[in-house]
């Protein structure tokens, strides 16, 4: 059972470790980074991903933020330039926004990017005729994003069993063409190795000197991001892990200093560290 402080609004993290980073965070809030996973977290998630639009809430409670937190940043699996575009991030003052797991970095209108591997060409090519040759229930497709491609079974009627099925023969066409897999809410994604969103979030920390870091997601992506706060932790720099909740993903609430209520939750944190903050 998670409490609220008196007086502050903000729900206390379950955990003495996120306790002392959220209290680090608003002590400092010039040395600190807020960083944020998109879908599920800043966004609903929906069947088709590009009609997902950041919560309605969600571009206000980071422009409050803005001038107030160190960084602030988005990390995704979306294309950074998609990101900016559905949640109306280019009007955040100063935001970072890291794409394809941090491969990308879109920041003030640029847009930065190193060149795309082969491997993925291959793996485009041949993706339809391995999906078919495992016999891909209906409802089954693939979402190119340019640098990853994406697998989703949510439009299936057995979402479930449509990803059973799939799973091995996307894992053998990842090895062969020098991927790593991806898993996610009804979606494997097969992208290029090298970063994640651990890395991403490690990178962003000591680029910019932060003494806290808070990070929120709601995937098994962000596992990672998660496990790089706890080893910042260790080095000594405060750290915070919030998960936006839902009934589809546990194992990220499990390892989670504090659980909110889907992209709701999340929103409602923002304002109430904002107001904390005098915004």
Not at 239 to 248: I, W
Request: negative net charge; charged residues 20%; contains cysteine.
């Amino acid at each position: 059972m998670q409490s609220e402080p008196a007086g502050g609004g903000i729900r206390e993290p379950s955990t003495p470790e996120g306790q002392a980073g959220l209290t680090v965070l608003l002590r400092d809030p010039g040395g600190a980074l807020v960083a944020l996973d998109f879908d599920g977290t800043l966004a609903p998630i929906v069947p088709d991903p590009m009609d997902a639009r950041a919560h309605p809430g969600a571009p206000a409670a980071l422009r409050r933020l803005s001038g107030r937190i160190g960084t602030l940043a988005v990390i995704t699996g979306r294309p950074a330039a998609v990101a900016v575009e559905l949640g109306g991030l280019g009007d955040v003052p100063g935001i970072v926004v890291l794409g394809h797991y941090g491969v990308e970095r879109w920041e003030s209108g640029v847009l930065s990017a190193p060149a795309t591997p082969p491997g993925l060409a291959k793996a485009r090519a041949e993706l339809p005729t391995v999906l078919a040759a495992a016999g891909a229930h209906p409802g089954t497709w693939i979402e190119d994003k340019g640098r990853s491609l994406a697998v989703h079974t949510r439009r299936a009627d057995d979402p479930d069993g449509a990803l059973a099925l799939i799973r091995a023969p996307l894992t053998a066409l990842a090895e062969r063409t020098g991927l790593v897999e991806e898993p996610g809410r009804m979606v494997i994604e097969l992208r290029p190795p090298g970063m994640d969103k651990g890395a991403a979030l490690t990178n962003l920390v000591a680029e910019r000197r932060s003494r806290a870091v808070l990070f929120c997601g709601d995937d098994l992506g962000d596992l990672a991001a998660f496990r790089t706060v706890r080893e910042l932790r260790s080095a000594g720099i405060a750290g915070v892990t919030v998960c936006s909740g839902s009934a589809e993903v546990t194992a990220l609430a499990e390892a989670a200093d504090l659980v909110v209520d889907g992209p709701d939750g999340v929103v409602a944190l923002l304002g109430a560290i904002a107001v904390a903050l005098g915004g």
